[in-house]
């Protein structure tokens, strides 16, 4: 029986010091063309690269640098007849979501580049962060960028000419911001009539849609189907599948399968799920209501996620208006979405409103809205917190005496920013939030070495919105969860705010877990901080017993 097991292509170095990703097979060349980051001369400044290796050879032997020289690379992708290659680069101090170029190079007989194009990211007269290049079967360059109307819609380069069309206008998001390796946000698919259809997926208002996009006509037809968010999709023989999600659905994967003209989804199957038993608990499901509200600028509005309190069981009182929790994303250049989150119905089928806040500066809603938060992190995202659960008061659908507000990492800063410098919450929870943007920045790996400098801004700011420097501020109770083994955010800051606040006598807690990092990973330890939280909130500011037989953790200048 022959041996399957894998074998590897490169060298082993001793320890990760060289990483891939992103790889595409080149046939002609009969080697795997990827995004390399090599940290040999410099852990903390690697050099980034697009690079081969030869495939088919029993000697492994050192990769070659195909492209090279700028900061960044990403979707190295190869024409079908294996004679050109596009790619996407862009340079310190940009994120790939500011601005980057989409480059086509020419493949010589010997396998290099001998001739490049710069396809879009160049003109200074426009500014465009071009993303997710593909080669139709035919090969023509497709992509998707954000020129003109500042939202990410799909362009066709038209080689002979080297200018760029698009395809169908929309205010709507084809894309998403370029924090991994690897989206595939549509696929190039042939009908009956040997036309030419796109099959892609985008956000509009809240929501994600499944489209077909007739190159031909620049028409786009909405597909049926369940899910309401959509991820990545993929091609399949005659079907596709996505990975999506909707209110009732948790993260799933789908067959869609598609009618002989390619113009109707006929069925969908789910096959597989990341909870393939919640739906029998559905009667208990809160449905998110797409809330807009007004901001602090006067005409300018910012939108989240409201779920009522929801359980078939028990029904409050005319006259009571329930607790709400707030959370604020992490990222913070991210984005919540109206899923079934069953941590967000935890909450809501145990009397608690909950509201996911898409502050100025997420994801989903065009560059406009994604750039409001430069210069101004810890007050567009606190200030829009604010204004959200405000409004929900002024609505009357929940108490304004008992507002609580959450967060992790980037979210737990602006939980923690909005606790120490505004009065609008009665208690919150920082989920390895981070206190210290100096710190975070001295800490961050090249990536996002440029990142937080362009959301904060001047020294003075990275001094006066950090909560650490401010924690005679606090005003309120607060419980903190930290991971003792956390690089991005040391075990320190969340300590400093805990003596602070119980030096002050503010009712504090803080649960420390080793062997955890930035983000906690252990389910046990997931259940513990989402149970505690819970209790901490009910018993604080809620004034209720919680159902859950939970034994609480002591709380310093309360019990």
Same mark, same amino acid.
Request: glycine letters at 8%.
């Given at each position: 029986?022959?041996?399957?097991?894998?074998?590897?292509?490169?060298?082993?170095?001793?320890?990760?010091?060289?990483?891939?990703?992103?790889?595409?097979?080149?046939?002609?060349?009969?080697?795997?063309?990827?995004?390399?980051?090599?940290?040999?001369?410099?852990?903390?400044?690697?050099?980034?690269?697009?690079?081969?290796? !030869?495939?088919?050879?029993?000697?492994?032997?050192?990769?070659?640098?195909?492209?090279?020289?700028?900061?960044?690379?990403?979707?190295?992708? /190869?024409?079908?007849?294996?004679?050109?290659?596009?790619?996407?680069?862009?340079?310190?101090?940009?994120?790939?979501?500011?601005?980057?170029? %989409?480059?086509?190079?020419?493949?010589?007989?010997?396998?290099?580049?001998? !001739?490049?194009?710069?396809?879009?990211?160049?003109?200074?007269?426009?500014?465009?962060?071009?993303?997710?290049?593909?080669?139709?079967?035919?090969?023509?360059?497709?992509?998707?960028?954000?020129?003109?109307?500042?939202?990410?819609?799909?362009?066709?380069?038209?080689?002979?000419?080297?200018?760029?069309?698009? %395809?169908?206008?929309?205010?709507?998001?084809?894309?998403?911001?370029?924090?991994?390796?690897?989206?595939?946000?549509?696929?190039?698919?042939?009908?009956?009539?040997?036309?030419?259809?796109?099959?892609?997926?985008?956000?509009?208002?809240?929501?994600?849609?499944?489209?077909?996009?007739?190159?031909?006509?620049?028409? %786009?037809?909405?597909?049926?189907?369940?899910?309401?968010?959509?991820?990545?999709?993929?091609?399949?023989?005659?079907? %596709?599948?996505?990975?999506?999600?909707?209110?009732?659905?948790?993260?799933? /994967?789908?067959?869609?399968?598609?009618?002989?003209?390619?113009?109707?989804?006929?069925?969908?199957?789910?096959?597989?799920?990341?909870?393939?038993?919640?739906?029998?608990?559905?009667?208990?499901?809160?449905?998110?209501?797409?809330?807009?509200?007004?901001?602090?600028?006067?005409?300018?509005?910012?939108?989240?996620?409201?779920?009522?309190?929801?359980?078939?069981?028990?029904?409050?009182?005319?006259?009571?208006?329930?607790?709400?929790?707030?959370?604020?994303?992490?990222?913070?250049?991210?984005?919540?979405?109206?899923?079934?989150?069953?941590?967000?119905?935890?909450?809501?089928?145990?009397?608690?409103?909950?509201?996911?806040?898409?502050?100025?500066?997420?994801?989903?809603?065009?560059?406009?809205?994604?750039?409001?938060?430069?210069?101004?992190?810890?007050?567009?995202?606190?200030?829009?917190?604010?204004?959200?659960?405000?409004?929900?008061?002024?609505?009357?659908?929940?108490?304004?005496?008992?507002?609580?507000?959450?967060?992790?990492?980037?979210?737990?800063?602006?939980?923690?920013?909005?606790?120490?410098? !505004?009065?609008?919450?009665?208690?919150?929870?920082?989920?390895?939030?981070?206190?210290?943007?100096?710190?975070?920045?001295?800490?961050?790996?090249?990536?996002?070495?440029?990142?937080?400098?362009?959301?904060?801004?001047?020294?003075?700011?990275?001094?006066?919105?950090?909560?650490?420097?401010?924690?005679?501020?606090?005003?309120?109770?607060?419980?903190?969860? *930290?991971?003792?083994?956390?690089?991005?955010?040391?075990?320190?800051?969340?300590?400093?705010?805990?003596?602070?606040?119980?030096?002050?006598?503010?009712?504090?807690?803080?649960?420390?877990?080793?062997?955890?990092?930035?983000?906690? !990973?252990?389910?046990?330890?997931?259940?513990?901080?989402?149970? *505690?939280?819970?209790?901490?909130?009910?018993?604080?500011?809620?004034?209720?017993?919680?159902?859950?037989?939970?034994?609480?953790?002591?709380?310093?200048?309360?019990?």
């Amino acid at each position: 029986m022959a041996d399957l097991s894998p074998v590897p292509l490169t060298p082993d170095y001793g320890e990760t010091i060289v990483s891939y990703a992103d790889g595409v097979l080149d046939a002609r060349f009969n080697r795997y063309v990827t995004v390399r980051e090599d940290q040999r001369e410099s852990k903390l400044n690697p050099t980034t690269t697009i690079v081969t290796i !030869r495939l088919g050879s029993k000697d492994i032997q050192e990769p070659e640098e195909l492209i090279g020289g700028n900061d960044f690379y990403a979707f190295p992708r /190869v024409d079908p007849r294996g004679e050109r290659i596009a790619w996407i680069e862009w340079s310190h101090p940009n994120m790939p979501w500011d601005k980057s170029e %989409l480059w086509v190079g020419y493949i010589s007989e010997n396998g290099e580049v001998s !001739r490049r194009v710069c396809v879009a990211g160049r003109d200074p007269s426009l500014v465009e962060a071009p993303t997710e290049p593909q080669w139709s079967p035919s090969g023509e360059l497709f992509f998707i960028t954000d020129r003109n109307n500042g939202f990410w819609n799909l362009h066709k380069w038209i080689e002979s000419e080297n200018e760029v069309l698009p %395809l169908h206008s929309l205010d709507a998001e084809f894309a998403r911001p370029l924090w991994i390796f690897g989206m595939n946000s549509y696929e190039f698919v042939q009908s009956s009539e040997q036309k030419n259809l796109i099959i892609c997926s985008y956000r509009q208002n809240g929501r994600s849609f499944l489209g077909i996009l007739d190159d031909s006509q620049s028409s %786009l037809t909405v597909l049926d189907i369940p899910f309401t968010d959509i991820d990545n999709i993929t091609y399949g023989n005659h079907c %596709l599948y996505v990975e999506g999600a909707s209110a009732v659905h948790p993260s799933s /994967v789908a067959k869609v399968t598609l009618d002989d003209h390619k113009s109707k989804a006929v069925d969908f199957k789910t096959i597989w799920s990341s909870s393939p038993d919640s739906l029998k608990y559905n009667s208990y499901f809160s449905m998110p209501e797409l809330i807009e509200f007004p901001t602090e600028v006067p005409g300018q509005n910012a939108y989240a996620y409201f779920y009522p309190p929801s359980n078939p069981m028990y029904q409050a009182s005319q006259e009571e208006k329930p607790p709400l929790l707030l959370k604020s994303h992490g990222g913070p250049t991210a984005e919540t979405h109206g899923i079934l989150n069953l941590s967000i119905q935890y909450w809501t089928s145990r009397g608690w409103a909950f509201v996911d806040v898409n502050y100025g500066g997420s994801t989903g809603y065009g560059r406009e809205y994604r750039e409001r938060l430069l210069g101004s992190w810890g007050v567009v995202d606190v200030n829009d917190c604010c204004s959200c659960a405000r409004n929900l008061v002024d609505c009357g659908k929940v108490d304004e005496k008992r507002l609580c507000i959450t967060g992790g990492s980037a979210g737990g800063y602006t939980t923690l920013a909005a606790l120490s410098f !505004r009065e609008t919450f009665k208690a919150g929870a920082s989920l390895y939030g981070v206190a210290d943007l100096n710190m975070l920045r001295a800490e961050t790996h090249k990536f996002e070495s440029h990142y937080i400098d362009k959301l904060v801004g001047s020294e003075q700011n990275y001094f006066e919105r950090s909560p650490i420097n401010f924690v005679d501020k606090f005003s309120c109770p607060i419980i903190l969860f *930290q991971g003792l083994d956390d690089k991005v955010v040391p075990p320190d800051q969340a300590q400093k705010i805990y003596l602070a606040l119980k030096k002050k006598g503010l009712p504090v807690a803080l649960v420390e877990y080793e062997g955890e990092q930035h983000g906690f !990973r252990k389910a046990e330890n997931i259940k513990f901080t989402l149970e *505690q939280q819970m209790v901490f909130f009910a018993r604080l500011v809620g004034h209720f017993t919680v159902a859950d037989d939970i034994t609480p953790i002591k709380v310093d200048n309360f019990d």
